[in-house]
């Protein structure tokens, strides 16, 4: 299959996140889910659709090593398409590139840092940023203002988040969204919530300023791979 069939038949066709937002606009996302579920599976899925369309991807992983990131990549593509063109991956492996960092060391000026040295050397510009385990309990608002001020300053149009939710805290914002999101969720544009009910993996949208979908619309997600169950 090529890439054009493998954009159609993607299920994530159904949030519309191609759907541009206001010329010079950054727009902040967030998958947010209890610990263990699945989190990182949707950051994969978003960042292939995103590498289909043409962009370029870094991939931010805090806590997790290279060869891993790149299984779960591999994992996912396997999942989503069985035949893909030698051609079509070969071009999202160009379109992707992995950096991490040792949990608690994360920070603005690092990442600054790390991703002027690779545009400077003109190794790599990214359109899309996924910051998987970003310590949002550590960290608030300030922190969220500066990554989002660097990303314009870099030319960056989109970010991705993953945060944990904890069973035990109540705290939710008027929208829904859990702690620790719940007083900073104006910051982003698209807020999505895993959430598992007895058997069923649901995928609750909480916010989207762009999406096709209105916010409080749920999508089934497959157990097994969690992928996003086409309708």
Not at 168 to 196: K, Q
Request: proline fraction near 3%.
């Amino acid at each position: 299959m090529g890439k054009e069939e493998l954009i159609a038949s993607n299920p994530l066709r159904m949030l519309g996140l191609d759907n541009k937002t206001e010329d010079g606009r950054q727009s902040l996302g967030l998958i947010m889910a209890r610990a263990g579920l699945g989190k990182t599976a949707i950051l994969v899925q978003i960042a292939l659709d995103s590498m289909l369309r043409g962009n370029r991807v870094l991939h931010v992983a805090i806590g997790e090593t290279i060869d891993k990131t790149r299984d779960r990549y591999d994992d996912i593509l396997a999942k989503m398409i069985e035949d893909l063109s030698e051609e079509t991956e070969s071009d999202l492996s160009r379109r992707r590139m992995i950096m991490t960092f040792k949990e608690n060391v994360f920070s603005r000026a690092m990442l600054e840092e790390r991703l002027k040295d690779l545009i400077e050397q003109d190794v790599f510009k990214p359109d899309c940023l996924i910051i998987d385990g970003y310590d949002f309990d550590g960290n608030g608002r300030q922190a969220m203002e500066d990554l989002k001020q660097l990303m314009a300053e870099l030319g960056i149009s989109v970010i991705w988040f993953s945060a944990v939710s904890h069973r035990n805290d109540p705290r939710v914002s008027a929208d829904g969204v859990p702690a620790p999101c719940h007083t900073i969720d104006d910051l982003f544009e698209v807020v999505l919530l895993i959430n598992p009910q007895d058997s069923v993996m649901k995928l609750d949208i909480l916010r989207c300023a762009y999406c096709e979908l209105e916010p409080g619309t749920t999508l089934l997600l497959d157990p097994s791979t969690m992928l996003i169950k086409k309708s």
